[in-house]
């Protein structure tokens, strides 16, 4: 896309980023995440980290899920009826039977919102927070504890971040940082940077350590996903790769909704290099799948317009037979059916048999 089409589509909307001491900057399009660089006059979409790992399917665990919200919804907005009999039944006409079941299907979009929101809301507390830890501002952070999210599961979610805070004596390097690997072309936002000290449950830190280097994710999902090591394997290859820093560990936190518990993914040094050689094939795969898609959609969009052309020149073989106006022309003046002005086969006879009636008694 060159400067004048990324004025004319993103002016105003967009952020700037600079990297690698000002050596590279980024635009980034909020509203559709997405990263673009400018080089030799052209704005180049660079790949997304959270996009990239979507490629991962999820289906097995989030059909069921999407299943299950359908189910609910149907059931909950079934009308009910009491018997005498203490029975309970639904009786529905068959419209209003089908009509239930279609609207059940938007059940898993309206969850997806909802808990989209939660997440928000959660994430944008807990930012909140640690930037008022970072500025080292007392009374920032006091007016944050003192006022949680209102949604009740936003609030749950901000109290298991800082239980694992407190419990791993976290101190902060950064937050929601952008982060771009040049030599991948790659960028994402880390959700934070800091120093960890083990917590005393050994299920989640078996082994004893101090002032450890980690990356940060916060996630408000129902569970955890292989794709979460990846990304974070991706943010800690492209921090390190622009500021030569040796990150040990990466934190997946889970945040829980309903109980205010945090449920860590706690992943050391030595797994790294599988992660991300995971991340580094999801994205070989989704520039293959992307290729692939332009490839033919180039394909598909010549053969619309061959077909295009094919049918345009079939109804203009059939009007230079027979236009329309043949059904009712009856050949006192010369029509003009084509674009050219000139008739179409029918009219033609019909009007060059009119002109020869006329003159037929003269020629008697």
Known sequence: MNIDS???????????YKFYNGEVELCYYPKEHEYFLLKDGEFILQDGVTKVVHIID??????PWGCKMMAEKIIKNAPVIDLPTGEKIVQLP?????????EGKSAHKENLKEASDIGKMAHDWIEQYIKAVLSDNEERKLELLAKFPNNEKARNCCIAALDWMQKHNVRWVCTEHKIYSRKHQYAGTMDGLCKVDS???????????????????WKSSNKLYI?????????????SEE?????HDRWVIR??????DFDPWH?????????????LTALKLTRSVRNVKERMKVRMDLIKTELKHRDKQEKEEAMRIRCPKADYYKGNRKSKCLEDGTQCDACRDIYEQKQYAKLAPQNI
């Not at 068959?94 to 279609?102: R, S």
């Not at 794709?227 to 394997?233: D, G, K, R, V």
């Not at 500021?243 to 990150?247: K, L, V």
């Not at 945040?255 to 205010?260: C, I, M, Q, S």
């Open 6 to 16: 990324f004025i004319s589509r993103f002016s105003g909307m967009t952020e700037s």
């Open 58 to 63: 999820k289906s097995e665990a989030l059909i």
């Open 94 to 102: 068959v419209e209003a039977f089908e009509k239930l079941i279609v």
């Open 199 to 217: 917590c005393d449950d050994t299920l989640c830190c078996p082994n004893h350590f101090k002032d450890r280097l980690s990356i940060v994710d």
């Open 227 to 239: 794709e979460y090591l990846y990304q974070t394997a991706a943010y800690q290859a492209a921090y």
């Open 243 to 247: 500021f030569g820093t040796d990150i």
């Open 255 to 260: 945040l829980g909704k309903d109980n205010g």
């Open 267 to 279: 992943v050391e040094a030595d797994e790294f290099d599988q992660d991300f050689e995971g991340f």
